[in-house]
């Protein structure tokens, strides 16, 4: 909105969060949600209808800045006219104010740092008519949690660490959510306890690096796997899991925890991006492939039941053919349970945008199809390496089509069975049988089978 046009808002009533990106941003449109609830706000069924309408954004990938430039451009020809629209997240981080140039019907713009004044923001849009802008650039951990608006009632995200400091080549977060800041474990195990007692089964630790928890503050003298054993004495915690960690930062201690700790899942999201060490050096990922192989060795041996997840990019500048076949052979090594594949795409601010995007998209799309084609046969293969097992399940909610209940493993395998709604909530063992596509069929086993593996 223009500070010239002459418009009244009334006072909104409702208010929409549209969410892009990881999970750290889902959590963040809980809290912002949470905010807006404890000022009388109600959540609207759609974007048109809502009084106050967000996009929570994401930069990592070009793809989905895309999509919200393309919204905000709709909306100032769509929305209604007392509608507050407002961006944060990581793109309201990258493009700051220069986002009312091109979108003057937006209200206000507040960076991954600042969603504590998202309420006084609201305030200074509606009564001085202005566009707003608050993007600080450290964050200052006053944050409310608990005020966080949780849609799911069985699993939670739980923030612990803000920011990255790792600065790999390729990636915007450094730049659009700053360094890293360790939130302190008294508020996290407060906030951990409250959600167990309110019935929680699964607190997923988040953050864009956890496993450098408490380095940025030593007087804590509570590194992450510290603060993993805190967590585990939490009366009644049934499963935690953390999301996401970078290799160099997966110490013996914590291999360890997983190992010890029942209420932590044998499951690692541990993101290796590239197999050739030319490559690897280029997006400084700091470890080798070789220390990479080595820390995974220890890992299974420790926690020889662990699974894995990774996160890889094909096609990054100077990428050869040679080099892409070192990465299939990581991977058909590794045998991860679950990979994020991507080709790659430049994002403006981060330093490879200095080097040239040499990988012609074709080529970048053929890898990107072998590759997903090789993880499909690994996971085909393992899911039938599975079948005719039982495992422990968590009931997570009811599947799509109404009749079937659906769950996890503690490794995160997806699987839907028949069962009665009042499960919902309560761990169960499942025997696996049969499998369509991603998702394990199974069935629920009677109590009395219980032991029954
Ligand atoms: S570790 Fe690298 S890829 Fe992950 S958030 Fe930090 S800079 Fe980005």
Known sequence: MLDSQILIFMEPKTYFVRTYGCQMNELDTEIMAGQLEKRGLTASPTEEEADILIF??????DLAERKVMGKLGRMGRGQKKNTVIGVTGCMAMAKKDSLFRKFPHLDFVIGTNNITDLGAVIDEV????KQIFKTDDRFEENLDYLVAKRNDKVKAHVSIIRGCDK????CVVPYTRGEEVSRPPESIVEECRRLVDQGYKELTLVGQNVNSYGKDKPEWNCLFHDL???????PGMERIRFMTSHPIDITVQLMEAIRDLPSLCEFVHFPIQAGSNRILKKMHRIYTKEQYFEKVALLRQLVPNVTLGTDIIVGFPTETEEEFQETLEVMRQIRYSVAFLYAYSQRKGTPAMRWKDDVPDEVKQD???????????IESED????????????VERQNKDGKLLRGSTRCWRKVIFEGS????????????????HQTFIGELLPAKKLNVI
């Open 383 to 394: 899911r039938l390496a599975l079948l005719g097992k039982t495992f422990e399940v968590l």
């Open 421 to 436: 709604e009042s499960l919902i909530g309560t761990l169960q063992q499942v025997h696996f049988h049969s499998c369509a």
């Open 167 to 170: 600065y790999c080549t390729y």
């Open 228 to 234: 993993l054993y805190q967590l585990d004495k939490i």
């Open 367 to 377: 890898r990107l199809q072998r590759i997903l084609d090789l993880q499909d046969e």
């Open 126 to 129: 509606l009564y001085t008519k």
């Open 56 to 61: 929570n954004t994401c930069s990592i990938r």
